[in-house]
Structures are given as structure tokens and as C-alpha cells.
């Protein structure tokens, strides 16, 4: 069984950093891209950014650009999220998600989600 | 980027009844970069339908999926009582992944 585990999530002031990890099982973890999208609460869906399986390819949304860095540890089966100069609009719940297979970029397993508030 | 425009924001049905969900694009795209979720409150988002019209592991076959170019269609055959939830729908390219804006079912 697929089993995908967030942490790190918190309450941070504005311009602070945080970073999320998401904890794969169940799967060979190298072998599939990983996103991390988000959701504000009570809204809608906004990914973040991806990674391939090797690392090589990373993708960001234009408004975390220079400021998240994706990651992963193949050897670890983790996933990470490094978010810095944090502002009031990236405050959501935060999912990772594992792509269906390569090439098809939809999410097949995703989550409970951690829930980061940026707040002064 | 592609925009994508879900429609209705919300739709109030009786189970039993049949649901079609709207998801439109800003441009033409290809039907193999549409999916669809649902997601119910508290509750990550859950994959039906990819590739446009090919049902995810474990999708009730009452969910299908149709369309093409910019215009693309989730129908519930029959609502159950579980179906009630919010739907997305996605487009991905290799550098950029949208989400349509929801569309609500709600118990009329």
C-alpha cells in the first residue's frame, strides 16, 4: 500500500523558513516523479512544484520561484519542501503527491496534508 | 499557461440523479494532460479519472470522462450518496500543472 506522510508544518511569522518532509512507503520511491501541491484553506488546489524521480528535472510555480526548493533523498524515500521568506498568501495546507506514472503528470496518491500558517 | 474554467461553481442534485461537470480551457490541449479529482471535506484529493476518459484504480465505473481540444466533461452516471464532494479537474505540461477552480455537488 502506498502510504505518503507529511511533517513540518507550523506557524511561522512572515519572512521566516520552514521546511516540509514527506515520508514514501510502499512503492520504489526512485522510480516516480513527486509535486507538492497546496490548498488555502476553504479554496482550491494550486500546485507547487515537481521533481523527477532521478532529481535531474524540478519545476516551480512562477510565485515561489528563488524562494522554495524542492528535494528528495531516494535513499531515505523522502521528499522535501524547503520554503523560505515566507509570506501570508503561501499559508495552506501543503500535500505531497506521487504521479501516476512517468509522463502523466496526475496524482495518484497523495497525503493527509500539513497545514503551514504564516502569520505575524 | 493554461487557465482552466470549471462550471457550475455548485450543483445541486438528488442521488440518483445525473451530474455533468463542466472543465474548460483557455487553450486547445491534448487529452492525454486532463484528469479529475475529487476531493470531500478533511480529505486529501482523490484521482478518477486521467488521460480524459480512463478511470484511476478503484473509480466507480459511473464516473466517465469525456472531451477534447478545450472543452472536457466529468459525468456521474448516477449519484450516490457518497459522491458528494467537490470535483477538479487538472491539465499538466512538462513545466506547469493547473487546477480548474471546483465544482460543488451538493444534496438538493
Known amino acids: 500500500e502506498v502510504r505518503l506522510l507529511e511533517s513540518g508544518g507550523g506557524l511561522v511569522q512572515p519572512g521566516d523558513s520552514l521546511r516540509l518532509s514527506c515520508a514514501a512507503s510502499?512503492?520504489?520511491?526512485?522510480?516516480?516523479?513527486m509535486t507538492w501541491v497546496r490548498q488555502t484553506p476553504g479554496k482550491g488546489l494550486e500546485w507547487v512544484a515537481a521533481?523527477?524521480?532521478?532529481?535531474?528535472?524540478?519545476y516551480y510555480r512562477d510565485s515561489v520561484k528563488g524562494r522554495f526548493t524542492i528535494s528528495r533523498d531516494n535513499s531515505k524515500n523522502t521528499l522535501s519542501l524547503q520554503m523560505s521568506s515566507l509570506r501570508a498568501e503561501d499559508t495552506a495546507v501543503f500535500y505531497c503527491?506521487?504521479?501516476?506514472?512517468?509522463?502523466?503528470?496526475?496524482?495518484?496518491?497523495w497525503g493527509q496534508g500539513t497545514l503551514v500558517t504564516v502569520s505575524s | 499557461e493554461i487557465v482552466l474554467t470549471q462550471s457550475p461553481g455548485t450543483l445541486s442534485l438528488s442521488p440518483g440523479e445525473r451530474a455533468t461537470l463542466s472543465c474548460r480551457a483557455s487553450?486547445?490541449?491534448?487529452?492525454?494532460?486532463i484528469g479529475w479529482y475529487q476531493q470531500k471535506p478533511g480529505q486529501a484529493p482523490r484521482l478518477l479519472i486521467y488521460?480524459?476518459?480512463s478511470r484511476a484504480t478503484g473509480s466507480p465505473d459511473r464516473f466517465s470522462g469525456s472531451g477534447s481540444g478545450t472543452d472536457f466533461t466529468l459525468t456521474i452516471s448516477r449519484l450516490e450518496p457518497e459522491d458528494f464532494a467537490v470535483y477538479y479537474c487538472?491539465?499538466?505540461?512538462?513545466?506547469?500543472?493547473?487546477f480548474g477552480g471546483g465544482t460543488k455537488v451538493e444534496i438538493k
Open positions: 503527491a506521487k504521479n501516476l506514472v512517468n509522463g502523466i503528470a496526475v496524482y495518484d496518491s
Open positions: 510502499g512503492f520504489t520511491f526512485s522510480t516516480y516523479a
Open positions: 487538472q491539465h499538466f505540461s512538462e513545466t506547469f500543472v493547473a
Open positions: 521533481i523527477s524521480g532521478d532529481g535531474e528535472y524540478i
Open positions: 487553450q486547445s490541449v491534448g487529452t492525454r494532460y
Open positions: 488521460a480524459t476518459s
